[in-house]
């Protein structure tokens, strides 16, 4: 499984875009991109996934470069409810066989 | 709701007894998983079932034991318990048969107080 790396913690404030990145420099081909985001308290719950390029969904863009050990999660416009830590994930897909590992994640803060 | 139920929401229980946290995953789903997340520390992972077999594992002690049923609810069982064990215990199931599938729905936890 590769080792991911990301800011421990990070503040912003409301109304700001917030970009969040990890490095994942053994990343293998079959490896896809995860991140996930836990309140206190309460399971962690999916953001957005990708694989190469940019993904966007409704509440989060993920940005992967070409090599692809680096990826940057975008929250746009942040509101006081995007205080929570957010997981970067790689690894397969789940599967009938597939640990689900989480690092260690980033506390991120926003202030009014 | 992400369709993951998980019993008890809260336990307490004195060192050295035996509990059990019951898991029943989103309808449909075949593998389950089981967290274990302190204080303020990350999600360790334990042990992944998928359709009633033992998949794959991580640092889960001996004295705790898991276990996915026919119906595939599943169950943790945690014995001789320690004040080190106190924790909040997930669940999370995913894999759909013939889908591709993208993530793990999680449940809203078990929290385990050992006093």
């Known amino acids: 499984l590769a080792k991911t790396t990301q800011p421990i913690s990070m503040d912003s404030y409301e109304g700001q875009e917030v970009n969040i990145t990890c490095s994942h420099n053994?990343?293998?081909?079959?490896?896809?991109i995860t991140w996930y985001q836990q309140f206190p308290s309460q399971g962690p719950r999916f953001i957005i996934q990708?694989?190469?390029t940019k993904v966007t969904n409704e509440v989060a863009s993920l940005f992967i470069p070409a090599d692809r050990k680096s990826s940057t999660l975008s929250l746009p416009r942040v509101s006081l409810s995007d205080t929570a830590v957010y997981y970067c994930?790689?690894?397969?897909?789940?599967?009938?066989?597939?640990?689900?590992?989480f690092g260690s994640g980033t506390r991120l803060s926003i202030r009014p | 709701d992400s369709g993951v139920t998980q019993t008890p929401k809260h336990l307490i229980t004195a060192t050295g007894q035996r509990v059990t946290l019951r898991c029943s995953p989103r309808?449909?789903?075949?593998?389950v998983y089981w967290y274990q997340q302190s204080l303020d520390q990350g999600l360790q992972f334990l042990i992944q079932?998928?359709?009633?077999?033992?998949?794959a594992k991580g640092n889960i002690l001996e004295r705790f034991s898991a276990q996915q049923f026919p119906d595939l609810h599943s169950e943790l069982n945690l014995s001789s318990l320690e004040l080190g064990d106190s924790a909040l215990y997930f669940c999370?199931?995913?894999?759909?048969?013939?889908?591709?599938?993208?993530?793990?729905?999680f449940g809203q936890g078990t929290r385990l107080t050992v006093v």
């Open positions: 999370a199931s995913s894999v759909r048969a013939g889908q591709s599938n993208t993530e793990a729905f």
């Open positions: 079932y998928y359709n009633g077999e033992e998949r």
């Open positions: 994930l790689v690894g397969e897909r789940p599967s009938s066989a597939s640990k689900i590992i």
């Open positions: 990708g694989y190469k």
């Open positions: 309808s449909g789903d075949l593998s």
């Open positions: 053994n990343i293998a081909t079959n490896d896809y």
